[in-house]
Nanobody, 111 residues
């Protein structure tokens, strides 16, 4: 079955950086689009970034220019490099794949 396992979350100060990883299994990774979403307390889950099987990327306006999504098909892993982090980026970040979500990883940005 599809499995998505995130890692790399943590506590960082404003302006800092983190890189999230999502290791995928159970499907043909290179043929599928992948995404990163986030959910802050009291808010709906929102799309942060996505990447198609051919590497075309899309970003939410709030993170464009600060976050970069990438994929390594040899490792079946998708990454989210987050720079210039802000307190409003604090959320649980989820990896998404074909019909499945990861368990989430907490990102907390202190002011």
């Amino acid at each position: 079955q599809v499995q998505l396992v995130e890692s790399g979350g943590g506590l960082v100060q404003t302006g800092g950086s983190l890189r999230l990883s999502c290791a995928a299994s159970g499907f043909i990774f290179r043929l599928n689009a992948m995404g990163w979403h986030r959910q802050a307390p009291g808010k709906q889950r929102e799309l942060v970034a996505s990447i198609t099987s051919s590497g075309i990327t899309n970003y939410a306006a709030s993170v464009k220019g600060r976050f970069t999504i990438s994929r390594d098909n040899t490792k079946s892993t998708v990454y989210l490099q987050m720079n210039s982090l802000k307190p409003e980026d604090t959320a649980v970040y989820y990896c998404s794949g074909p019909g499945s979500w990861g368990q989430g990883t907490q990102v907390t940005v202190s002011s």
